[in-house]
Every structure is written in C-alpha cells, then in structure tokens.
C-alpha cells in the first residue's frame, strides 16, 4: 500500500508495532462498501455504473503501473467516501514482482470464488493484471445487473461456469456495455481485447 499514492485508493499513513499487534492508519473512510449501495438500492443506472467502472479502472491501472495486482477485487473492497468517490482497498491478497515464478506467472491460488478469472481456476499460472480486469469486468457486470454473471452454491459447479464463461448478458445492457464486457468476460486471457485505456474512456 506504501507503493500506491491515488484518490481511488484508500491511503496508508502510518504502520506501528507492538510486541503482538500490527496498526494501520488508514484513511478515514464514512460511505461504506460499494456492494451495500447494490444490496440496498439494486442495479445501478448505466451512467453511474460507468462513473464508479472509470474510477476503478483508473485506480487498477495506476496499481499494475507500480507492479501491484490486488487478486481479489469486489464490491465488498470498493469503498465510497462522503462524496460518493470510489476507495479500492483491502491489499491483503496483493501480489508484487518479485512473487513471479520463473515462468513470469503467479501461481497463488487466491480470490472471491465469484470473481476468480478461469485462469486461476485452470492452476497453471497466471498474468496478475489479466485477474484484476476480469474481476472489474464481473463488478461491471453486477453494478448494472444487480446480481452476479457466475452464482451457484456447489463451488464446482460454479468454477465450472467461469472456467468456460458462461452467462447470459442482461436485454437492457446497452450494446456498449454488452460489447464491453463480452471481451472482458472471456474464457481464454489471449483473447482479452480490451485495453485499460478504453475501459476508461467507455
């Protein structure tokens, strides 16, 4: 968190030991969670969906810039400040450079079940960035649905359908968020064909 200074991140100020506890000072943040906002009020318009995607986009952008790769991005570690600006937080499963096997891939299993991309499911390593954008592109998913692409209570069953991605896009996502997270939402990461860049600027 010391590696990553940006106004969608929540800040570490300080880090201070005792002989059995560890404190941060971390910024103060009052909105609550992003996934409260979803189960309180439901979907969310496209126009704001699209407002807190660009903010997370930009933040995991920024972080991946700096060799950071959070793994396990949902709403529950999306926070709002009083002004309604988005705070990822949570690095606990946040992984540098220097975790890289000697294939230059990560090969921790880690992550929210539903928003593990196929590729950590599949066990044989994986590009950090790639599993950040998938996971953006599932919160996508859930701030215009109101619900998850991938559900199931059998954990098989369920890494089943994110190892072969398979969901169904809602009739009222726009044909740009349709087309945006189609090529998100991808079983195989080579065929990933969108930048960061155009994920702000959707």
């Not at 926070?79 to 294939?103: E, I, Y």
């Not at 998913?141 to 169904?168: C, D, H, Q, R, S």
């Not at 809602?170 to 087309?179: D, Q, T």
Request: aromatic share 12%; with cysteine.
């Amino acid at each position: 968190m010391k590696l990553v200074k940006h106004p969608n991140i929540i800040e570490l100020f300080e880090v201070m030991a005792s002989k059995s506890k560890v404190y941060f000072v971390l910024e103060y943040v009052t909105g609550g969670a992003l996934f409260s906002k979803i189960a309180r009020d439901g979907k969310l318009s496209e126009g704001d969906a699209r407002s807190y995607f660009q903010q997370l986009i930009d933040a995991v952008a920024y972080c991946h810039s700096r060799g950071v790769y959070h793994r396990d991005l949902k709403p529950e570690n999306l926070l709002l400040d009083s002004c309604g600006t988005l705070k990822v937080s949570d690095f606990g499963l946040s992984a540098v450079p220097q975790q890289l096997r000697a294939d230059g891939l990560f090969h921790t299993t880690c992550g929210t079940p539903n928003y593990v991309a196929p590729e950590i499911i599949a066990d044989k390593g994986y590009d950090g960035a790639k599993v950040d954008i998938w996971s953006c592109g599932v919160i996508l998913f859930v701030l215009m649905a109101g619900y998850l692409p991938f559900n199931n209570p059998n954990l098989m069953i369920l890494y089943k359908k994110i190892y072969k991605a398979e969901y169904t896009i809602p009739e009222w996502f726009s044909p740009g968020a349709r087309n945006l997270i189609s090529r998100i939402l991808t079983a195989n990461p080579k065929n990933v064909s969108v930048s960061l860049s155009m994920m702000i600027s959707w």
